[in-house]
């Protein structure tokens, strides 16, 4: 067993709704052993209320997430990655930065709960319903043993994550 805390980042467009929403569960559920954080190509500047909701609602302290592009993160001094997982389709196809430490990547498409239409129980059903694929995918990888895995191993294990739940 190791001590490592593994520093993870999860990317999406606007840095808005799914990429917080993963940052937060990560950071509840990884107990310590992960370092979640999040970003965007694009950042919106704003969290979307719903999301905020849903990353509270399970402990998370959302006092401290902002929307916020993604070179906060390829620069010296930056967190090392050790893993760097997109969360929207527009992200995965976009030139990432060079991340320092060559870390696994991986996709995890998730419907945008921001461009769900309707009233807001429709709306809210999609924020659920995004929090819930990524809820079961980061527990696949809390389960995962990293420590044991050398890079490309654990981005195959990661991106086989990433298909579970995709419709």
Partial sequence: MTDKTYNVLF????NSARSIMAEALLNVLGHGRFKAYSAGSHPSGNVQPMARELAE?????ASQVRSKNWDEFAVEGAPEMDIVITVCDNAAG???????????????GVPDPVAATG??????RAYTAAFATLRRR????LS???QSLDRLAAQAKLGEIGRV???
């Fill in 94 to 108: 976009e030139a990432c930065p060079v991340w320092l430490g060559h870390p696994a990547l991986a996709h995890w």
């Fill in 165 to 167: 739940g995709a419709e």
């Fill in 144 to 146: 995962l043993p990293l």
């Fill in 119 to 124: 009233d807001d129980e429709d709306r809210r």
């Fill in 11 to 14: 990317l999406c467009t606007g």
């Fill in 138 to 141: 980061i527990e696949l990888l």
């Fill in 57 to 61: 609602a399970i402990g998370y302290d």
